[in-house]
């Protein structure tokens, strides 16, 4: 418990900066890359602490997602065309949930396949748009395996950086993740998609 509280702590104080005049991530690109090195070191930390076992190491890399992540910009990016439809009918905050539960668990399951070794920030751009969102590119050292790059799309919306969207090894996490969204709502309606996701992803709450 104490170990995860350190990490929780240390979580929240880098996660939480203070506002600034500078209230884009392509205005602060110093501060967006701190943030995703931060989080890299974080994950990395967390993944490797043998005095977590299973269930809390789960808990304590759900808090740092959780935080470092705009489940919100997410969960409209994901649902698309989907996303008036899933308001008009009262299921936005159901969605969010099985969004956030979705994210974490698929992006703790591939970190833990890739076993993570070490993160490098090692280059920053301005994204595509004018929402001042910025691309910053990291190094990834693995255990096993050929090094390799990730961009990770960052925003800052009142002096708070968060993610809202991942590229490694050409796989697009918020293009893959909307493709499937869109497939599964097209078979199975809305109200299907939701409790396939509840069904899938649920337990992965821990009661949340």
Known sequence: ???????????????????????????DTAGSSEFIQNLGNQTIGILGDTTLNADERYLTFRDLFSKATDINTLTRMLLGR????????????AYQKSVEDYI????????????????EVTDTRPAKGDRGELMVRTKIKV???????????VQKKKGVFSIINVTVLGYNFAVSGRQLFQSR??????????????????????GK
């Open 82 to 93: 989907h996303y008036k439809t899933v308001v008009s009918k009262g299921h936005l905050d």
């Open 104 to 119: 974490i668990s698929e992006f703790e399951e591939q970190i833990q396949l890739i076993g993570f070794n070490s993160v």
């Open 185 to 206: 709502i097209k078979e199975l309606g809305i109200e299907g998609h939701l409790a396939e996701l509840k069904q899938e992803y649920a337990h992965k709450s821990f």
């Open 143 to 153: 255990k096993k395996g050929d090094d390799f790059e990730a961009d990770w799309r």
């Open 1 to 27: 418990m104490k170990a995860k509280m350190k990490y929780l702590f240390m979580a929240l104080m880098f996660i939480a900066y203070p506002v600034t005049a500078q209230d884009r991530a392509t205005d």
